[in-house]
């Protein structure tokens, strides 16, 4: 993708943000980067300085939604605002092979954890493996082969935002569709990226 292409959403406290991710990434390991990514976010979170576009406080109807607010063109991470309405929730996922940090913003999210049991071809035995409620300033992260999860808004009339620092541009992901049991079935899922402004 050529630099042209790639979003440039203005926010205030953008450059600052960006010049902490970078930091962060050039620090090692993907452990080493996504421990110093889950500081970075739960620092701005709470910075006054630091304030997302008006648009990722506004819920789409039948969706959570995913705006993507930066790109590194020299790093290829990818920094991507969700919206979630009240009730609005991921099914069973993964993130394709990328790590990734979340941080809630706003709001209480409940996130899952599943442990992959067992895999017959395209069908995978999960089985959730713990859970929490996080809310502002809290951040976690994923490293694959760990990164199977839900998370959900599970308030009835409050939005709640997350901040989701990818590797690179997730552009799909496997969702699992509940079989019998604990067995599921894999379905490749492009992702849409809502308009951001």
């Not at 394709?96 to 442990?115: A, D, K, P, R, S």
């Not at 409620?133 to 959900?152: D, M, V």
């Amino acid at each position: 993708m050529n630099e042209t292409a790639l979003p440039d959403i203005r926010f205030t406290g953008r450059d600052k943000l960006v010049r902490a991710i970078d930091a962060a990434v050039a620090s090692g390991d993907e452990h080493a980067v996504t421990a110093a990514l889950r500081t970075v976010l739960c620092n701005v979170i709470c910075d006054p300085e630091v304030e997302l576009p008006a648009c990722v406080h506004e819920p789409v109807a039948d969706h959570y939604a995913r705006r993507e607010l930066y790109r590194s063109p020299e790093h290829g991470y990818s920094v991507v605002a969700m919206t979630w309405g009240p009730g609005q929730a991921t099914p069973l996922h993964d993130h394709c092979g990328l790590w990734c940090v979340e941080g809630v913003w706003h709001g209480v999210l409940e996130i899952t954890q599943y442990e992959l049991l067992e895999r017959a071809g395209e069908r995978f035995r999960f089985r959730a493996a713990g859970g929490m409620q996080a809310g502002p300033g809290s951040a976690g992260s994923l490293i694959p082969p760990h990164e199977y999860h839900t998370i959900a808004n599970a308030s009835s009339d409050r939005v709640a935002v997350s901040v989701h620092i990818y590797k690179g541009p997730m552009e799909r992901c496997a969702r699992f569709v509940p079989e019998e049991g604990e067995w599921h079935r894999r379905i490749d899922s492009p992702l849409a990226v809502d308009p951001a402004r």
